[in-house]
């Protein structure tokens, strides 16, 4: 929910925006394409207050899968402190990948960190990718031309792959060619 700069929210709002967190998790838990209409009435609030408090879909799975979105975004730098850019880009790619595939609500939430659309602020995982991609371009190791948003639309469909052994392997051999596609083309 915005406010204006300084204000705290008044203690309905934040115990409404409580209650529709913990209600959305029990309701993604169980049905992940539970309606926001749905979630506001187990809640006992309006349209109005859940659009007030989460504007989207989007949102509202990113506000409960929030401590996981944030992991995951924070392990970027922690990443680039101790590996080279595309190493850690690797090592990055594969916590989305394990994340996205850890439940459905994960995987839409991985999805709603990852979605741009115009107007929005910069999705977490976007900004984390886009740290990473800065690094290895500045690193000349990925390709100057190469943006987030792309390669998240690439990433992605490996979170939604079925699972089992040989899907395993092809998750691996496809991230291999995303990462290879990222690389810089070696001097002539």
Not at 22 to 31: C, G, I, K, Q
Not at 37 to 51: E, F, H, P
Not at 120 to 139: F, M, S, T, Y
Not at 183 to 188: N, S
């Amino acid at each position: 929910m915005t406010q204006p700069a300084g204000r705290t929210p008044r203690s309905d709002a934040r115990e409404n925006r409580a209650r529709i967190l913990t209600v959305a998790r029990v309701l993604l838990a169980d049905d992940p394409s539970a309606s926001l209409l749905s979630i506001a009435r187990a809640a006992g609030v309006g349209q109005g207050t859940m659009y007030r408090h989460f504007p989207g879909r989007e949102a509202l799975l990113v506000a409960v899968h929030q401590g996981e979105v944030n992991a995951l975004t924070d392990k970027a730098s922690v990443l680039l402190s101790a590996y080279e850019p595309l190493e850690a880009l690797r090592l990055w790619f594969e916590h989305l990948i394990a994340y996205g595939r850890s439940g459905p609500g994960a995987a839409a939430a991985a999805g709603a960190a990852a979605h741009t659309g115009a107007g929005r602020e910069r999705p977490p995982a976007v900004a984390a990718l886009d740290l990473l991609l800065k690094a290895g371009k500045e690193a000349r190791q990925v390709r100057p031309e190469v943006e987030a948003e792309d390669v998240l639309l690439l990433v992605s469909c490996l979170w939604q792959a079925q699972d089992g052994p040989a899907w395993r392997e092809r998750r691996q051999r496809m991230l291999t060619f995303i990462i290879d596609g990222l690389r810089t083309a070696p001097p002539r």
